[in-house]
């Protein structure tokens, strides 16, 4: 448990000074957290799911036309950090998040400067979607209010998440439906200017005028620089993919790139903490001392999830998201074993049950949350997309993550399901021990699977008349 900063609830002003000082905010100090009000803009790649499957198969060739387009989008939305326009927070696969604060304090002008960015982006993304061929289509969430944020990451990359409401719910609108276009939540609707919304065909939704007028009022210099390069570039990047060496936790994101990317058969897990967001929420409203006892929390469930996944389990955390942990697991050595690879994945989640009761038992917190997960199946690449250096994206696309994702988004409240080729592959004592869809800790899971590590194997092994099919001596 790191010692935290006792500096942590920030008034807006000075966390936003201190955030824009550090650059990037992925540098912002792991032992301080700010209170940040402003602006969470959210883009969804519509058309990615469409581009991961070729004829209906995954193949190396849709892989590359995949991370292709990923990396074209990835490289225009870095030119986000290079003003005072926004910063980008993060990526994840289809999904790419911004922050807007400025200018303090106003949050009509903070809605409309996030407008205006969405507007710019939407027109970026059909001018390289006609220089490159890729279909273009793109849906903005964008919700205002106040997050916690922090950077995390002492045995691991550094990731910067923000925590709270109006983060979750902008991914959340984002993703809500098929629809391209700018959208805003009922409260970013409200604080925004006047005239900024109208009524049509029962719903309300953005005026044109307002868009139009928005993304006029704004220069993006260095975004504009970033599309007519990225646009005008004849030469791809040439994604070249290799078998890894397992365990998949030996595998470094730093020694990844588009020419050096791994890609095999791996079961995918999305672990996510139910109930989380009302938990920061509830401690932002409960001021320094509650921030402070949930950022011990966060530091403390983070750095367990990811050495279940990576140490316990020789899985390979691919990032955080939000209050969720994207990870991969794999086995077979020369050929993939889907079988085997969902029965780790099944493992390592009930390990990251029996963890995460641990974590809460150890920072004596007895707040209501709990783990969903969602495991699936099948070909998935991993590299490294946009700059190069430190601030590349660590990345893994493919259906399978796609679907582990909405598979565990599908459970209400906390539990574990399989995607559908998870189930088909998956052994039958694998899916008899889930099939209530509760996880259990690791010591009964790994009992019900007759794992080497399991207590009660441990056991016969010294003691083989333990065994409840040993005859018992006659008297």
Same mark, same amino acid.
């Given at each position: 448990m790191p010692d935290v900063d006792s500096n942590i609830a920030l008034d807006s002003a000075r966390a936003q000074t201190t955030v824009r000082k550090s650059g990037l905010i992925g540098r912002l100090p792991i032992r301080q957290a700010?209170?940040?009000?402003?602006?969470?803009?959210?883009g969804q790649l519509l058309d990615f799911d469409g581009l991961v499957a070729e004829g209906g198969s995954e193949t190396e060739t849709s892989h590359r036309r995949l991370l292709r387009f990923l990396n074209m989008h990835y490289r225009v939305w870095d030119a986000v950090v290079d003003n005072d326009d926004g910063d980008r927070v993060d990526y994840h696969g289809a999904r790419l998040h911004a922050?807007?604060?400025?200018?303090?304090?106003?949050?009509?002008?903070?809605?409309?400067?996030?407008?205006?960015?969405?507007?710019?982006?939407?027109?970026?993304?059909?001018?390289?979607g006609q220089a490159h061929g890729f279909p273009s289509r793109i849906r903005f969430g964008i919700d205002h209010g106040r997050c916690l944020a922090m950077t995390t990451g002492r045995s691991h990359e550094k990731d910067t998440l923000f925590l709270g409401r109006p983060a979750n719910h902008a991914a959340k609108l984002a993703a809500?439906?098929?629809?391209?276009?700018?959208?805003l939540t009922e409260t970013a609707q409200q604080r925004a200017r006047p005239g900024a919304v109208r009524k049509s065909a029962g719903r309300t939704v953005l005026d044109e005028t307002y868009i139009r007028d928005a993304v006029r009022s704004f220069a993006f210099d260095s975004l504009e620089r970033r599309i007519d390069e990225v646009a005008q570039d004849a030469v791809e990047p040439i994604f070249r993919f290799k078998r890894p060496e397992l365990p998949l936790a030996s595998v470094k994101f730093a020694d990844l790139s588009p020419a050096n990317s791994v890609r095999?058969?791996?079961?995918?897990?999305?672990? #996510?903490? =139910? @109930?989380?967001?009302?938990?920061?929420?509830?401690a932002i409203e409960g001021g320094a001392v509650e921030i402070k006892k949930a950022v011990r929390t966060v530091h403390v469930i983070r750095e367990?999830?990811?050495?279940?996944?990576?140490? #316990?389990? =020789? @899985?390979?955390?691919?990032?955080?998201?939000?209050?969720?942990?994207?990870?991969?697991?794999a086995e077979g050595e020369r050929t993939d074993d889907g079988p085997g690879s969902v029965r780790q994945a099944v493992m390592c989640a009930n390990g990251m049950q029996s963890s995460f009761d641990?974590?809460?038992?150890?920072?004596?917190?007895?707040?209501?949350?709990?783990l969903a997960i969602g495991v699936e199946y099948g070909p998935t690449p991993m590299t490294r997309l946009g700059y190069?250096?430190?601030?590349s994206v660590r990345c893994a696309a493919s259906r399978a993550t796609i679907n582990a994702e909405r598979t565990q988004q599908s459970i209400e409240g906390s539990g574990i399901r399989l995607g559908l080729v998870a189930q088909q592959v998956a052994d039958a004592a694998v899916r008899r021990i889930i099939a209530t869809g509760r996880l259990m800790s690791f010591d009964s899971a790994s009992d019900l699977l007759?794992?080497?590590?399991?207590?009660?194997?441990?056991?016969?092994?010294?003691?083989?008349?333990?065994r409840s099919h040993t005859s018992r001596p006659k008297r």
């Open positions: 700010f209170l940040v009000e402003g602006v969470h803009l959210y922050v807007i604060t400025s200018p303090a304090g106003d949050a009509a002008a903070q809605i409309t400067r996030a407008v205006a960015l969405a507007g710019k982006l939407t027109e970026a993304s059909e001018r390289l809500a439906e098929d629809e391209a276009g700018i959208f095999m058969g791996m079961a995918s897990i999305f672990a #996510d903490i =139910d @109930g989380f967001t009302d938990f920061v929420d509830q367990e999830l990811n050495s279940v996944l990576n140490d #316990d389990f =020789d @899985g390979k955390r691919v990032r955080f998201v939000g209050d969720c942990i994207q990870g991969c697991v641990l974590c809460l038992e150890a920072v004596d917190s007895d707040t209501e949350i709990g190069r250096g430190e601030d007759g794992a080497p590590q399991s207590p009660a194997v441990q056991i016969i092994r010294s003691a083989p008349a333990a």
